[in-house]
């Protein structure tokens, strides 16, 4: 069900969000029923706390919900979807108004408040209903919860059925959606077309390995999104453990990610040339299976030594990275569930991004602090530079040591491409537990940030 506003209705509740400073001024300007109501029940102003009061009749005639304070505020996000998550299902309208610069991020709260991955079963009630607040614009706000859905949707859909065919299928929907151009090289086809790292990683796999080429804009600065599409990751014959495959099927969740945000750009029609570019594969074991130690030349015409097939996908987005390249983009952006070593050190909830633009940086931070998406900026050290050079070819696809294993992936990555403003995000793609507006499993990370950024650093 696509995420939206109410339309305007009469029946529609006044919601009053009251925080601890003002909870008692608040309080003394109701009536002395609603004063007795809140007291009897007692009602705290916290955050997600939330409270109907009674008329005369006993139906509900306001909606009173909790702000916490600042500090509770600046701790978290989206403190108006804890609202909605908590209040009974109806229509609401804000009877408090926010900030200017919070009102699109907080009812964008709201509209994520009301995903449901329900496509295997039946989920909780549909949620609480926002009147758009003056000063909103729906069609914004609506189109970029939606492409949220839709990265959120792709994630949590299991490998059976989000496999390379299930992803093409997407791809090809969404372009069909928006009047985008799309091809598909698959299987051998892919040697022919010199793209063999891909055709590697996927070979031994049921469903054929593939480069998905999406592009749409006629004019504009040229933008391309590359975004890792591992469908389900075994670890090829360096096979992960059981507690490690759990969760493989957000291996894709860098190409899910592009696509919530090429959405984004595409339903609110930025003047740009964006291309989508997705390496489609599954890390699969069969008799046809690269091997560690075997060594790979790249479409760039690198050689890549293999010391562990489950440093997958940094070869994938290689050949993708350098066919990014000879397009000469404006700005090129590559996203990806890479390493784990990015979870270990910024957790899940943070986006780690690599650049060499310390304006971009600049401008990409600011951005995301302003729309609640948080990032974080990772450095390109140069030192370590000489871990990813085995000496027996030109690369290492996973170096030994251990030591700072998402900065040689993006490093390496780095080997790849040539334009100047690149950058690549280590995004987890998984929220391990319910949080407001961002249910537990697959979730957008970075791409809301990025769109906010996309004026500035592209001069639309």
């Known amino acids: 069900m696509p995420l939206s506003f109410a339309p305007e209705s009469q029946d529609a509740l006044p919601l009053h969000l009251v925080d601890k ?10 009536t002395p029923a609603h004063q007795a109501w809140l007291d009897t029940t007692g009602f705290k102003p916290g955050l997600g706390k939330t409270a109907l009061l009674p008329g005369a009749d006993g139906r509900p005639v306001l909606a009173v919900a909790g702000f916490g304070n600042a500090a509770a505020r600046a701790r978290g996000r989206f403190p108006l979807a804890a609202a909605a998550a908590t209040l009974p299902q109806g229509t609401y309208r804000l009877a408090t108004p926010l900030p200017a610069g919070d009102l699109e991020t907080e009812t964008l709260g709201w509209l994520l408040a009301g995903y449901r991955f329900d496509r295997y079963a039946k989920q909780a009630p549909e949620a609480a ?5 003056q000063g909103v614009d729906a069609t914004r706000v609506e189109a970029i919860a939606n492409a949220e859905a ?11 059925d989000m496999g390379p065919d299930a992803l093409e299928a997407a791809c090809r929907n969404l372009a069909k959606t928006y009047d985008a151009a799309i091809s598909v090289t698959t299987g051998d086809a892919l040697l022919a077309a010199n793209l063999p790292m891909i055709h590697a990683v996927g070979r031994a796999a049921a469903q ?19 975004g890792k599409g591992v469908c389900f990751d075994t670890g090829g014959l360096n096979l992960k453990p059981g507690s490690s495959m759990g969760l493989m099927k957000k291996d894709m969740g860098g190409a899910a990610t592009v696509l919530g945000l090429a959405r984004m750009i595409m339903a609110l029609g930025l003047p740009l040339r964006l291309r989508v570019l997705i390496p489609a594969v599954e890390n699969a074991v069969s008799g046809n299976a690269f091997r560690p130690g075997d060594i790979l030349t790249s479409r760039k015409g690198l050689t890549v030594e293999i010391n562990n097939t489950d440093a ?12 990014a390249d000879e397009d000469t983009p404006d700005l090129l952006l590559s996203m990806a569930t890479l390493t784990g070593a990015a979870r270990v050190a910024v957790g899940p909830d943070l986006s780690p991004f690599y650049t060499d633009d310390d304006a971009l940086a600049a401008t990409l931070s600011t951005a995301a602090a302003q729309v609640s998406d948080p990032v974080w900026r990772m450095p390109f050290w140069e030192p370590y530079e000489p871990m990813i050079e085995p000496g027996i070819a030109d690369l290492d696809n996973a170096p030994s040591g251990g030591f700072a294993g998402s900065i040689t992936a993006a490093l390496f990555l780095r080997r790849f ?40 650093l592209l001069d639309l």
């Open 129 to 133: 209903a926002l009147v758009c607040p």
């Open 208 to 226: 054929a390995p593939r480069l998905i080429d999406m592009r749409w804009g006629k004019t504009g600065p040229r933008l391309t999104l590359v």
């Open 150 to 160: 839709l990265t959120r949707d792709l994630i949590n859909t299991p490998a059976a």
């Open 21 to 30: 400073t003002n909870f008692d001024g608040w309080c003394s300007a109701q």
């Open 312 to 323: 997958e996908g940094r070869l994938v987005l290689a050949d993708a990275l350098t066919l």
């Open 417 to 456: 491409t040539e334009t100047p403003r690149y950058t690549h995000f280590d995004i987890y793609g998984w929220n391990p537990k319910p949080a407001p507006a961002r249910s537990k499993g697959g979730t957008g990370m970075g791409a809301r940030a990025l769109l906010a950024a996309l004026p500035k």
